[in-house]
């Protein structure tokens, strides 16, 4: 059985960072390109961050470039989301997603294959 669990998350001040990892079982995370997406009360879930399966491409949401970084530990069959210089606006619950296919995208959730249930991430004073 497939099961990603994401873990990580917490309050932190606004500036702060927290490290997200999404760890796999039943599945080879090197084998599919993976996504963070991330959903606040009342609002759709985004895509924040993806990486390609096989040459690593990356892609961003615009408002997170130079501030989150995703990457892979094949080692550990694990994903990570550093996250740095943290804004109240961050905050939401955030989901790491694995996608049958060579490249990755975050504008269309429903290409993602299997989901974690989340981790909360908090950014306040």
């Known amino acids: 059985q497939v099961q990603l669990v994401e873990s990580g998350g917490g309050l932190v001040q606004p500036g702060g960072s927290l490290a997200l990892s999404c760890a796999a079982s039943?599945?080879?995370?090197?084998?599919?390109?993976i996504g963070w997406y991330r959903q606040a009360p009342g609002k759709e879930r985004e895509g924040v961050a993806c990486?390609?399966?096989?040459?690593?491409?990356?892609y961003y949401l615009d408002s997170v470039k130079g501030r989150f970084t995703i990457a892979r530990d094949n080692d550990n069959n694990m994903v990570y989301l550093q996250m740095s210089s943290l804004k109240p606006e961050d905050t939401a619950v955030y989901f790491c997603?694995?996608?049958?296919?060579?490249?990755?995208?975050?504008?269309?959730?429903?290409?993602?294959?299997?989901w974690g249930r989340g981790t909360q991430v908090t950014v306040s004073s």
């Open positions: 997603a694995a996608d049958d296919a060579w490249g990755c995208q975050i504008i269309i959730a429903s290409e993602y294959d299997y």
């Open positions: 990486v390609s399966r096989g040459y690593d491409t990356t």
């Open positions: 039943g599945l080879t995370l090197d084998d599919y390109a």
